[in-house]
């Protein structure tokens, strides 16, 4: 359940207008490392690399785009991970690229970095808090919580939709600023960080305007060999 707190703070944070309808096609970043099994860590902030199946990822979603009409901007990340997957966008002839630091991930505090399995080990209660999904006020030590990561994920939205009115925009982020923002629209509360991960470069589309967004389609991957199209 949503709890009052979390409707009023999205409103807070988004706002209303009455400007025309922006097209935003959200990308999640091509897989590192850190997204396997594997060697998974606690990459929030941490600039992981891409992996070379993450370059490989990108490679197809260029050619799946390239040919399309550009975007007005490709706002990204300032994580390599984000910011190299939109320059190999920009390379495909898709549009400049502009770096917006409210696209970062989540910040993890002192246990950014650190791997899964220790933060498991180490931390069990944390972990399990984290896993339950309840509790929006959740924050990782000296991190920042899922309702300030909302917060930040729909400000960076309103302020693109501000500065591109009617336009179709790229950005290129990570899974819990998606995972936001398309939870926001859909009203689930800030906790639920595992309902709406995107897969790595999958396409999700959202029309924005008069301070509120439509999801269009949600995790297209089908540059990837499999569609999940809704």
């Known amino acids: 359940m949503v709890s009052a707190a979390s409707v009023l703070a999205a409103r807070a944070c988004t706002g209303g207008n009455g400007m ?4 935003l096609i959200l990308i999640r970043h091509g897989h590192t490392a850190s997204n396997g099994t594997d060697g998974a860590r606690m990459s ?4 992981v690399p891409l992996s070379a199946r ?11 785009l390239r040919g399309t009409a550009p975007f007005a901007a490709i706002y ?3 994580l390599q991970r984000a910011h190299r997957t ?4 920009a390379g495909a002839g898709l549009g400049r690229v502009r770096i917006c630091a409210a696209l970062q991930e989540i910040d993890c505090g002192v246990l950014d970095g650190v791997p899964l399995s220790d933060v498991q080990q180490r931390f069990p209660a944390l972990w399990a808090a984290n896993c339950r999904q309840d509790d929006e006020r959740f924050r990782w030590p000296g991190g920042e919580s899922y309702r300030e990561l909302r917060c930040r994920s729909l ?3 309103r302020a693109v939709a501000r500065a591109h009115p009617g336009a179709r925009v790229a950005l290129v982020t990570h899974a819990g600023v998606i995972s936001q923002i398309v939870g926001a629209i859909e009203g689930v509360s800030p906790a639920r960080w595992e ?4 897969a790595n470069t999958a396409l999700t589309e959202i029309d924005w305007g008069r301070g509120e967004g439509v999801v269009v389609r ?9 569609g999940r199209l809704r």
């Open 20 to 23: 025309p309808t922006t097209r």
């Open 195 to 198: 309902c709406h991960r995107p």
């Open 155 to 157: 400000q960076a939205v």
């Open 76 to 78: 990204t990340s300032p």
């Open 86 to 89: 939109a320059l190999a966008l």
């Open 54 to 64: 993450g370059r490989a990822e990108i490679a197809r979603l260029c050619d799946r």
């Open 218 to 226: 949600f995790d297209d991957r089908g540059h990837l060999g499999g």
């Open 44 to 47: 929030g902030r941490t600039d």
